[in-house]
């Protein structure tokens, strides 16, 4: 690990103003996701303003029946919380699916939404890796590609968004709020907060510079039921290789995201329209497009039999 | 990215180059360098408090000190396991203000007037804890490296299930959480056993949170 000088931010407006002033600096909240990475020197930060002393750390409803979640609320916390468990169980389910007993409670909200891929050639700092060090290729493509995106991937990047949360946050319609060095906040939908890699996939989401996430907000309970599928090599404690987030009303409508597909939690809205007729005719539109490897083809039938069982679940 | 690398080869990079010796020197990691070497940083240290096993520590690290090397290297509480560090293994597992955490992956100086609990703070060789007691009766390990942290997760786990703090395999998420074996095993899934023990980890857990029921 490099050398790092740290500082305890004290709101979160002059926490932003400071990262923006000092080159190379990290916020760091949990710390599951960045010191590993800080230990294998994919992060080098010059400087850490530690935002764990802010007061960011509450869940609170919203004037339009919502839930307005602190940006530091930890993941068992989130997972846990009785108005998450009853309103919003695609949130609850998809976080216990993720990491473990230990990293869930020091996981936060923004933090897990930030977390960088598990791609191994992003991680083996001998390899190519155009997100760790622009311009020097993409060794997983071509190369062991299993666990890799099928939709939305690029000649520069094939990696995936590893969180679980995020997937059922894109279901949910959450929104991300964020405060900027200048002390101005915004409101970013989570449609629009990550980025596909194209041909910069160190961008991995539309922050600034110094940004600096307070909260993500859900609009008012959608209701139906929420089931939230993950599929993984082990039964506990691994990445997706595909994960499946729906909430499916009486009717049989609904909506659906996927995770372990791309570089962002993936959702097609236009695709949503055709879940009373199945799960073939949702894949069809939902991996319109997809470009497989030779040894990740198999996530295109994967996703229709997973999106299948969860239809099957809903109607009970 | 401006940050540069001293211009040498770490032993573990070396060997991870493995076959390709003759040009193993000439090929850089794929790690951000700039055009002109910036001056090697020079490391930073801060002075923090903590309370560890109900006694307080002040201590004056490089900020790049884990947690997990605080309570090893410098309060000599060496219970506490190294495995990978990396978050995967659950070796050192500590408990941080009554919460079980992963102390490879947690800066020392984060934990500022934190209440620190290792598996020396659970119980004595005299005074054993109740989990203790129990993976002795049960055999629950073979070579015991993963056994503070089995133990310090364990005693975590019941508290969370006391707390309804739900998990993956809860069938309702509107019902208490309560313990079973399924719970259990899908609750420890953060600490690896490469001996294979957990049978006998189950039934240590299970005893207790039968005997605390």
């Keep these: ?316 | 990215m401006d940050t540069v690398n001293a211009p040498k080869l770490s032993r573990r990079t070396f060997l991870k180059l493995g076959a390709a010796t003759a040009s193993a020197t000439a090929v850089p990691p794929f790690v951000a360098r700039a055009a002109t070497p910036a001056p090697p940083r020079q490391p930073v240290t801060a002075t923090l408090s903590m309370h560890v096993n109900g006694k307080p520590q002040s201590l004056t690290l490089d900020t790049r000190t884990t947690l997990l090397d605080a309570l090893r290297e410098h309060l000599h509480l060496t219970g506490t396991k190294k495995g990978c560090d990396h978050g995967q293994c659950g070796a050192c597992t500590v408990i941080v203000d009554g919460r079980r955490i992963n102390s490879c992956l947690t800066l020392a100086v984060m934990h500022e007037g934190a209440k620190v609990t290792t598996i020396e703070g659970l119980g004595t060789p005299q005074k054993l804890h109740p989990m203790q007691a129990a993976f002795v009766k049960h055999d629950g390990y073979q070579c015991g490296y993963c056994t503070p942290g089995q133990i310090c997760s364990a005693v975590a786990v019941l508290d969370e299930i006391h707390d309804d703090i739900p998990s993956h395999v809860s069938g309702s998420l509107t019902t208490r959480a309560s313990v079973s074996a399924t719970e259990i095993r899908e609750r420890m899934s953060g600490n690896i056993c490469r001996c294979g023990a957990y049978s006998n980890i189950v039934e240590a857990i299970s005893e207790v949170a039968g005997s605390k029921a």
């Design chain 1, 1 to 316: 690990m490099k050398p790092f000088t740290y500082e305890r931010a004290t709101s979160p407006a002059s926490a932003a103003s400071a990262a923006a002033r000092q080159r190379n600096t990290k916020f760091i909240a949990g710390g599951t996701n960045l010191l590993d990475l800080m230990k294998l020197e994919i992060e080098q930060p010059e400087h850490l303003i530690d935002v764990n002393g802010l007061d960011l750390d509450t869940i609170a409803a919203t004037e339009d029946g919502g839930l307005r979640i602190g940006a530091l609320v930890r993941n068992t916390d989130l997972a846990a919380d009785a108005r998450v468990r009853r309103d919003y169980g695609l949130l609850t389910r998809a976080l216990v699916a993720g990491a473990s007993g230990q990293l869930r409670n020091k996981a936060t909200t923004a933090g897990n939404l930030l977390q960088r891929t598990r791609c191994p050639y992003f991680y083996d700092t001998n390899q190519a890796c155009n997100k760790r060090l622009p311009g020097s290729g993409c060794a997983a493509i071509g190369g062991f590609s299993r666990s890799h995106g099928i939709v939305g991937v690029s000649t520069s990047c094939i990696a995936t968004h590893p969180s679980d949360m995020a997937v059922a946050m894109r279901a949910l319609d959450a929104t991300v709020e964020t405060v900027q060095p200048d002390g101005k906040t915004r409101r970013i939908p989570i449609a629009d907060f990550h980025t596909l890699p194209g041909a910069t996939p160190h961008i991995e989401n539309v922050l600034a510079p110094g940004e600096l996430i307070t909260a993500v907000t859900l609009p008012k309970p959608p209701g139906g039921t929420h089931i939230y599928h993950k599929v993984r090599d082990r039964a506990s404690y691994a990445f997706a290789l595909i994960s499946v987030a729906a909430v499916v009303q009486k009717d049989g409508s609904g909506r659906v995201a996927l995770g372990g597909v791309a570089h962002k939690p993936w959702r097609v809205e236009a695709a949503e329209a055709a879940l009373p007729q199945g799960a073939k005719t949702v894949t069809a539109t939902l991996l319109a497009g997809a470009q497989p490897t030779g040894e990740n083809a198999f996530k295109i039938p994967l996703v229709e039999r997973t999106l299948s069982a969860v239809l099957a679940e809903a109607r009970g």
